[in-house]
């Protein structure tokens, strides 16, 4: 099918009242790794939560469609039916509900009735284990406490769960350690190397290049101010790391 | 309508009906003055304190003797747990050592739940003794009635031992409930009220614990039913090594009102005291709660925290929370803190950003809010229990 993918296209967004996003197109294809890089507020984040629908962020023009249809008039929870999945750059902390509940509470309304309890609970055990996760994780409450290398490993727990079309990672590497990093990456490739989720297409926020040694994009496009600046391969990621968003802002930005 | 119009004489002559057990007439008569002569401490003018002493005063034709009936279950045969009249006949010498030893008695509604003392039950656990199972006591409110539910326990030094009070039924009734906990040295008391009386019913509580040296008591409340709840729960930590961990839960939902206050006093030095309250409101319900915190001059080393937080889930809801820390002492540690507010549209975003509908998600964020008070209560059958009512209040 021709209109399969994460479409966006003359995307205009903002938060408060302030426009960020200046029009924004960009396409990641089922199965495909897509990079967004950008320096901190380069409006990365508002992408994230315009595609996903958080009601702080308003979309002033432009189309978003998953699969060829349209999100951008669905409430989040349908969005995330559809199969749009969004690994969160601060996971909110929910106190009182635990890890497992909500975990089958989610997957239940993703793909109704699609797992008995038992089931369930053999396919939590089998993707915590991949993440090095204690047992006990299941039943703690949502990211209530947690460290940051915890909370990111329960994003991506939730990611192996639900096993999204689409999946948006907003700086999962952020703030983790060499271990955490490399379990995000098994994470994703293991979901990558799975039947159900060899189509899964990756829009992957970054903004440190050193994910991507852990998970190779297929594209990289750097937002800066807004706009996405520039799109091109792995050696983009590698000009950033060498050279930073300034050589990036000179040659783009007043394009941009 | 001003207080003298309570028809004195209708109140004196139902009280002496009530007769001579478990107390003397002429103790029920000194209790009915008390109850005249004494401020319920809620009369200051606000729109929020509803509880006035005239609207709440049994008429005529509410007060009769049988009130409601009460239920015991009693796992172990070493301990006594029975109706207040058996009390009366078998057990006088306990009865009298366990009422009116916590000052419940001496507060306007204490007197008159005094003054008509007769519904109840005594709970007596000797010293050293460990119940595994919990004793319960159930209270059936009869409709229409003015009842007077008195629950007393008393834990001898070093007792251990779980008890599970239940209020319910009363449609349309007016309750006066007591409760005195008195817990000896080194005894641990876990006590769980659960108030579920019918949702026209008016109830006012008044309870108080008083655990000795190195005694915990760890005491629960569900405060769940009635139009009108008014209470008020006091630990008096008179001696060193002393704990109190009281956790609180109340829900006014439809036209619910709920009035609360919790007070804990530091007496003596080196006790500890946790707070916990949890509450919600839903629909037009209103709350106000009160949670002191006394710290006495003499009590260094004291440990003490409150710890308050109120869901609002809909606009018109309302709760009032007003802490109230006085520290007397300087060598103490003392938290307090609160919260009030709708839920926080980010949690309600990421529950709906993995598929979950926004009303379930509301609803899993409202029941898991109260999930670190119902931990606090015995049972996991007693918190499936409370979980399925307050799953009912959310709607
Ligand atoms: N809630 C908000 N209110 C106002 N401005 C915001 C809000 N969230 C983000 N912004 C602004 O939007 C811009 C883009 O932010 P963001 O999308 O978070 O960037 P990034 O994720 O690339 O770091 C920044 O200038 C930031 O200050
Ligand atoms: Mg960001």
Known sequence: MSDRGLRIAGLRAGVAGNEILKGIDLTVEPGKIHALMGPNGSGKSTLAFSLTGHPHYHVSAGTATLDGEDLLGLSPDKRARAGLFLSFQYPAAIPGVKVANFLRAARQAERPGDLTPAAFRTMLFEKMDLLGMDTAFAGRYLNDGFSGGEKKRLEMLQLAMLVPKYAILDETDSGLDVDALKDVGDAVASLRASDEGRDTGFLIITHYPRILQHIAPDVVHVMIDGRIATTGGAELAHRIERDGYDAIRAEFGALA | ?395
């Open chain 2, 1 to 395: 309508m001003p207080e003298s119009a309570l028809a004195d004489d209708t109140l004196a002559t139902a009280a002496e009906a009530f007769g001579d057990l478990p107390i003397a007439r002429a103790e029920r008569r000194t209790a009915l003055e008390r109850f005249r002569s004494t401020a319920s401490g809620r009369e200051r003018p606000g729109r929020y304190w509803k509880l006035d002493a005239d609207i709440l005063a049994p008429s005529a034709d509410r007060s009769h003797v049988a009130a409601g009936s009460v239920e015991i279950r009693n796992p172990d045969p070493r301990v006594v747990a029975c109706d207040l009249l058996v009390a009366a006949e078998q057990h006088a010498a306990r009865l009298a050592a366990v009422l009116g030893s916590t000052g419940v008695g001496t507060t306007k509604f204490g007197a008159l739940a005094t003054a008509f003392a007769r519904l109840g039950a005594l709970i007596y656990v000797p010293a050293g003794m460990a119940v595994a199972e919990p004793i319960e006591v159930r209270y059936v409110v009869t409709p229409g009635a003015a009842a007077y539910p008195t629950t007393l326990v008393w834990l001898e030094a070093g007792a251990h031992a779980t008890v599970i009070e239940r209020l319910d039924g009363g449609a349309d009734a007016f309750v006066a409930a007591t409760c005195e906990l008195r817990v000896d040295a080194g005894a641990e008391l876990t006590f769980a009220g659960v108030q579920r009386l019918a949702a026209d019913a008016t109830l006012v509580a008044t309870r108080a614990a008083v655990p000795q040296r190195d005694a915990t008591v760890i005491w629960s409340n569900a405060d769940l039913g009635a139009a009108l709840s008014s209470w008020e729960t006091t630990v008096t930590l008179g001696a060193r090594g002393a704990d109190a961990q009281l956790a609180t839960i109340f829900f006014p939902v439809g036209t619910q009102h709920v009035e609360a206050i919790s007070s804990v006093d530091h007496a003596a030095g080196d006790a500890t005291s946790e707070t916990l309250v949890k509450s919600a409101a839903a629909g037009r319900g209103q709350a106000r709660y009160l949670g002191n915190i006394r710290i006495a001059a003499h009590a260094q080393g004291t440990d003490a925290s409150l710890r308050d937080d109120a869901l609002l889930l809909s606009k018109n809801a309302h709760i009032d929370s007003v802490p109230a820390l006085e520290i007397a002492a300087n060598d103490v540690r003392a938290f307090h803190g609160a919260t009030v507010g709708a839920i926080d549209d980010d949690e309600i975003f990421y529950m709906q950003s993995r598929g979950i509908e926004r009303q379930a998600a509301e609803r899993m964020i409202a029941l898991g809010f109260f999930e670190p008070a119902l931990a606090r209560f015995p049972t996991e059958a007693l918190r499936d229990e409370l979980r399925s009512a307050l799953a009912e209040k959310v709607g």
